[in-house]
């Protein structure tokens, strides 16, 4: 909580209702500070927060965790999983085996199971894996050429159908590259070299909305072989247009692996292909503090790493528990490894994480905002200047209040002076105009999908109609059309 004394006379809103004692914190101060000066009360945007997944919110980030169907009936699981995570990865539900075991016959009841948990908390969730040579159903496996290729596309375009415009990402390709970054001899590979290309165009054409990574594990050392392989694809996949977003590094410094003195150095590369990158399946072996530590400062500092997710959520619960390598013990309590990640996120503060686009964002210069769904365009009510005043849809029309400029420090602002500003953090709070004031609900980031997310709240500009005079509020991102934008 901050609380900031302002010139008596100018208008205030307080963009939080505080509970009763700050109410009482705040009369008392009202009245040392005397007749000349009234309060504004905001949110501290510095304040330390208290869970891995509010903590990177902060940046815009996000933290995930991998969780097993089996294990959601086990309270303790449960609890740490849905009160420290905001990103949720099935760690086999949504695999070929598991979602396609008979070919034709799609089963998701797994899947769906972790995907309606996560959701029914407000979190969002990770797809994995559509194209991988483990974990293939036993129909598969015995597949090749044409036919292989065939069941591929049907795989991605079954699975990609049930969960549409559901999922924050999908891992489309996981683990195609030898050590020495050649391509992995499997049965997909034998199908022809562009078995990935066209996994990842059927996978854009199945479902618009979701970002699409390739995933790989042992691509953290820049200098190593296959980091280079997995690059000059993606760099390939770039400048052909193939339809790839993301990047996924699995991050496993466990079996002998440990964290490279240049992984920074590797995700500022990947990103600097015109991609995201993500570490995806986090753990560590004895959940060395400085790794994990490490880790987490690497990807801050790419502004293009959108997040972190550990494979697990108790050592009990790894695929490697002999080593201890995540962040939660045996019993659930937290790990010095835990405080070194949550003291490394909340030391980020507020700077927004995804760069805009290119083509999309005009920093410096004044441009329009227009709802994906309703084709009209972000507004402010008979162009007024009052703090407070709600935004909205409208025609779009060319005026100033509709001229929207993206600073360099994140702030939407129209007319100079005013600032779009989220009057809280929660489900529906409303998204209004106020004097610009640098804080953590006045930036956004605009991202490469299309939405624009609140570095205080992450959570998604979002209309709920497309007419005339529909207001603008934030609502947890859901990949749907009404919340995508484009600034032009
Ligand atoms: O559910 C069956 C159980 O009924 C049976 O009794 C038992 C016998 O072994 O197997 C159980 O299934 C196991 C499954 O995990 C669930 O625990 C499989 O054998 C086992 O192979 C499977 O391992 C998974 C592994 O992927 C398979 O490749 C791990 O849980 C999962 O953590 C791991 O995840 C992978 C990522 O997808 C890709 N990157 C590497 C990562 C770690 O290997």
């Known amino acids: 909580m901050k609380i900031v004394a302002v010139e008596k006379g100018k208008s205030l809103v307080a963009t939080t209702s505080p509970p009763l004692p700050r109410r009482l914190l705040v009369a008392a101060t009202v009245a040392a500070v005397g007749a000349f000066s009234a309060l504004m009360v905001m949110p501290d945007a510095n304040a330390a927060a208290s869970t891995l997944g509010a903590a990177a919110a902060q940046s815009g980030r996000y933290f995930g965790t991998a969780v097993a169907a089996s294990r959601l009936g086990d309270s303790t699981y449960s609890t740490i999983a849905g009160r420290e995570f905001n990103m949720i990865t099935a760690e086999n539900e949504m695999k070929p085996d598991a979602t396609q075991p008979q070919r034709g016959q799609f089963t998701f009841s797994s899947g769906d199971q972790i995907y309606n948990w996560a959701t029914q908390r407000g979190l969002q969730v990770r797809g ?32 990609m159908a049930h969960y549409k415009g559901k999922l924050a990402a999908w891992d489309v390709v996981n683990e195609a590259f030898n050590e020495d970054g050649s391509r992995r001899n499997s049965n997909l590979q034998g199908t022809g070299n562009d078995w990935i290309e066209v996994a990842f165009r059927t996978a854009r054409a199945a479902d618009p909305s979701t970002k699409l990574c390739y995933n790989d594990y042992n691509i953290e050392n820049w200098s190593y072989g296959k980091t280079q392989g997995v690059y000059n694809m993606i760099r390939d996949f770039k400048s052909r247009g193939v339809p790839i977003d993301c990047v996924g590094l699995q991050t496993h410094f466990t079996g002998g692996s440990s964290l490279p003195g240049n992984f920074q150095t590797t995700l500022q590369n990947f990103a600097a292909l015109g991609v995201d990158v993500a570490l995806t399946e986090v753990d560590v072996t004895n959940a060395s503090t400085s790794q994990y530590a490490g880790l987490t400062q690497a990807c801050l500092n790419v502004p293009r790493c959108i997040g972190i997710t550990v494979w697990g959520v108790r050592d009990s619960d790894s695929w490697r528990a002999s080593e201890n390598p995540l962040l939660f013990d045996r019993s659930g309590a937290k790990k010095a490894a835990y405080t070194s990640v949550l003291n490394a996120l909340n030391g980020a503060g507020p700077t927004p994480s995804s760069p805009a686009p290119s083509g999309s964002s005009n920093p410096g210069g004044a441009g329009r905002i227009v709802g994906a769904q309703s084709g009209r365009c972000i507004d402010v009510p008979s162009a007024s200047q009052t703090n407070g005043t709600r935004v909205q849809l409208y025609d779009c029309n060319g005026q100033t209040n509709q001229a929207w400029t993206l600073t360099s420090s994140r702030q939407l602002t129209v007319y100079g002076s005013r600032c779009l500003d989220a009057a809280g953090s929660g489900n529906g709070a409303a998204v209004q105009i106020y004097a610009c004031n640098g804080q953590a609900n006045q930036q956004w980031n605009v991202n490469a999908n299309g939405t624009i997310t609140g570095v205080q709240s ?18 947890d991102c859901n990949g749907q059309a009404n919340q995508r934008f484009s600034l032009s």
């Open 128 to 159: 994995h894996t559509l194209a991988w040579h483990a974990q293939q159903p036993g129909w598969m496996q015995n597949l090749g050429g044409s036919s292989l290729r065939q069941a591929m596309i049907d795989h991605i375009n079954g699975v």
């Open 458 to 475: 992450g959570r998604c500009l979002d209309v709920w109609g497309t007419g005339n005079g529909q207001q603008v509020q934030i609502y």
